[in-house]
């Protein structure tokens, strides 16, 4: 996997040289020296759906979230906390490195997290009844990936393509790699941000198979054994903000996925499309 970044990076570079040939590539990274950092404190209500079966079952209503969420940036390292998208919680922060930075590309090192995970036995507990086709699965970590991220940046759009392999901190962990391609356009009006994103993802066997695979150990009578394929993802985003005074900014958001068909085949997805809505409030510190 790490020859494929490396052949990623130098494709890219190859690719941006030729775009710009009356532009020299510059062969120094660009660093901003300044300590800078801005920390937020979320508010919000968030109403989610899900591709496994029987996790609705669970839920109890809007779920209130409260987060901190903290944006850091020194000598080319960075924590972004995704804050302008519907589904931050769930992306959590992001660390990376900046190996080169031009007026309108760069090139980063990443380390996030790319599918979240969930837990059937707390799923079951909260919904306080029996859920079948959750009794008796494993806890499914979130996968975390370390890759290459290289960003083309526009008037007021950005596009960005990770190339990342997960990094699995146990034996119990995601394994596997992917491709994840996103672009957001901003539409000023008046007082708002109008974010328009969408993403395509692709998802290799291993990582498919963490999440929606069953083991021989898992299998019950109605829950075979499967073994999971790789797919694609495609996900559209609006995600608004808007001032309401000097200290605190209203958002909403919703966000809707689509999987390819063959994620269906596994005996615990029950649907090829998950959403999310949310509405909330930001305080800047």
Request: charged letters at 20%; zero cysteines; hydrophobic letters at 40%.
């Amino acid at each position: 996997m790490f020859k494929q970044l490396i052949y990623l990076a130098l494709l890219l570079l190859s690719v941006n040289s030729l775009a710009n040939e009356k532009k020299p590539l510059k062969q120094t990274t660009v660093f901003n020296e300044t300590f800078s950092w801005q920390g937020q404190l979320g508010f919000s209500l968030s109403k989610s759906t899900f591709i496994i079966d029987g996790i609705e079952e669970a839920d109890l209503g809007n779920n209130l979230n409260i987060s901190l969420l903290f944006d850091v940036y020194y000598k080319g390292f960075f924590i972004q906390s995704n804050h302008r998208r519907a589904d931050s919680l769930k992306l959590g922060a992001e660390l990376g490195y900046q190996l080169i930075v031009e007026d309108d590309w760069e090139l980063d090192i990443i380390h996030k997290s790319y599918f979240g995970g969930f837990n059937p036995e707390d799923i079951i507990a909260r919904a306080d009844k029996e859920i079948p086709i959750l009794a008796g699965l494993k806890q499914r970590d979130s996968a975390n990936g370390l890759g290459l991220r290289y960003s083309r940046y526009y008037q007021e759009s950005i596009l960005s393509v990770d190339v990342a392999a997960i990094t699995p901190f146990s034996d119990d962990s995601a394994s596997g790699w992917l491709i994840n391609a996103f672009y957001s356009h901003i539409v000023p009006y008046r007082n708002w941000d109008i974010y328009l994103n969408t993403s395509v993802t692709y998802y290799s066997e291993d990582v498919i198979d963490y999440y929606t695979g069953v083991d021989a150990s898992e299998v019950s009578p109605i829950r075979e054994k499967y073994k999971g394929e790789h797919a694609l993802r495609a996900q559209f985003e609006i995600f608004a903000q808007r001032p309401i005074s000097r200290s605190w900014t209203f958002n909403a958001g919703l966000s809707h996925s689509f999987y390819t068909a063959n994620i269906k085949n596994s005996p615990i997805v029950d649907s090829q499309g998950a959403s999310q809505i949310m509405v909330g409030v930001l305080y800047v510190f």
